[in-house]
């Protein structure tokens, strides 16, 4: 971790923070926002691939609350560079949400891409992004047997860093915790009661042995979030934020290259203008 750039102890931004009543309130939207989407679309259920990180288990946690444990089906879906304790964790989520759930494992299909290109195998992103965007199209093979929608578990500091796989684990039908920027979305999971051992582990996308977000991205999430609020979505300049949170402005800058290298992610595939 030691070129990660972190925020000092005082640096946090009350904007941040949720109290308890905009925990709830949160909660409520979200829970809401889940139901209506079911409806809207005129479907029997939900289905989420579980990870045994906080993003999954918190919105499984929420799509049970909205629709019940009949309608959210979980998919665990371990290749050979997940470890076994977070296979374990997704299913113990399962169990205590007392959802369905199946385990498959993905490897096979995983190596048939490496068969067919074999030059891809040994490049550590491209072959971590085939994992990921198998698990896609498991999610939509089982939403589309079961008349289900397949739930995101994408949040702000992801959408806004483009820190996930285009047309990977970005290829869902909505994303219930999008808004909330990852210090809330652990705060949110503490506050509904998902157990500290899963809200505490270092976010991980498990693509490939030993891969953290923070070191991959080379800052904090706590960092991260504080120049998201303050800089990306709110008002301060680079060096406002960069006094306010004590931290170099080279800090700052790397925050800003995440989120202008990532604009692509965030828009529907360009065309030309009509002629
Ligand atoms: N300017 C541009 N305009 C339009 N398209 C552009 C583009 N630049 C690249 N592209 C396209 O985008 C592709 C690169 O994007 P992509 O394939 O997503 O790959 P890329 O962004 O290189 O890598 C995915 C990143 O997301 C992280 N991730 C992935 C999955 C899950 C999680 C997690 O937290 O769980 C994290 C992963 O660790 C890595 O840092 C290029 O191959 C190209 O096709
Ligand atoms: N082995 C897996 N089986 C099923 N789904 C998975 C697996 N790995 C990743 N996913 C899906 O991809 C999503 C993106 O992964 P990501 O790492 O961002 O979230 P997370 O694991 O839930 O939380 P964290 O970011 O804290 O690790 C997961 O939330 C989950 O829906
Ligand atoms: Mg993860």
Known sequence: MSDVKTL???????????????LDAHREHITTFIEETIDDAGVDGAVIGLSGGIDS??????????????????????????????MSDAERVAETLDIGYDVI?????????????PTGEDDQMAAGNVRVRTRAVLNYFV?????????????????LTGYFTKYGDQAVDCNPIGNLYKRQVRQLARHIGVPDDLVEKAPSAEMWTGQ????????????????LVLHIDGPLSKHATATTLAIEVSAIERVEE???????KRHMPPAPEPL
């Open 57 to 86: 288990t918190l919105t499984a946690y929420l799509a049970t609350e909205a629709l019940g444990t009949d309608r959210v089906y979980g998919l665990v879906l371990p290749s050979t560079v997940n470890p076994d304790e977070s």
């Open 212 to 227: 953290t977000d923070e070191t991959e991205m080379g800052v904090t999430y706590d960092l991260l979030d504080a120049v």
């Open 258 to 264: 995440l989120y202008r290298q990532s604009e692509h």
């Open 8 to 22: 000092p102890d005082e640096g946090l931004p009350i904007e941040i923070h949720l109290s308890d009543d905009e």
């Open 143 to 159: 939403a589309n047997t079961r008349n289900a929608i397949v739930l995101g578990t994408g949040n702000r500091s992801e959408g």
């Open 105 to 117: 494992e993905i490897s096979p299909i995983v190596d048939a891409f490496f068969t067919a290109y």
